[in-house]
Nanobody, 125 residues
Framework: QVQLVESGGGLVQPGGSLTLSCAAS????????MGWFRQPPGKEREFVAVSHRGSRTYYADSLKGRFTLSRDNAKNTMSLQMNSLEPSDTAVYYCVLDQRAITSSLRFPNTYDYWGQGTQVTVSS
């Protein structure tokens, strides 16, 4: 019932910036919880940031201050501005959406019913 499409990934040098975008379609609402996870090569998926029911935004502690999540409800899109990128930020980044998430579960991948296909971000010189 919901489709998510990420875009904006690519190759960037250490210290550079990159902005990812996610377009949502289908039965969506501004009250949906939307966010980002990432999966580094050889590792499990990990929490990046999330906008809970279009209100409060939460970030992984290690990323706070470098990454900024924004939502445009009129366009039904979400973006992730990534600054001061490091090689350890290299990963496939996924857009996620859930219609009934609670705050205590936001950092767990199994919380989210809908996932995008992922977009590759590579930080290297």
């Amino acid at each position: 019932q919901v489709q998510l499409v990420e875009s904006g990934g690519g190759l960037v040098q250490p210290g550079g910036s990159l902005t990812l975008s996610c377009a949502a379609s289908g039965r969506t609402s501004r009250s949906d919880t939307m966010g980002w996870f990432r999966q580094p090569p050889g590792k499990e998926r990990e929490f990046v940031a999330v906008s809970h029911r279009g209100s409060r935004t939460y970030y992984a502690d290690s990323l706070k201050g470098r990454f900024t999540l924004s939502r445009d409800n009129a366009k039904n899109t979400m973006s992730l501005q990534m600054n001061s990128l490091e090689p350890s930020d290299t990963a496939v980044y996924y857009c996620v959406l859930d219609q009934r998430a609670i705050t205590s579960s936001l950092r767990f991948p199994n919380t989210y019913d809908y996932w995008g296909q992922g977009t590759q971000v590579t930080v290297s010189s």
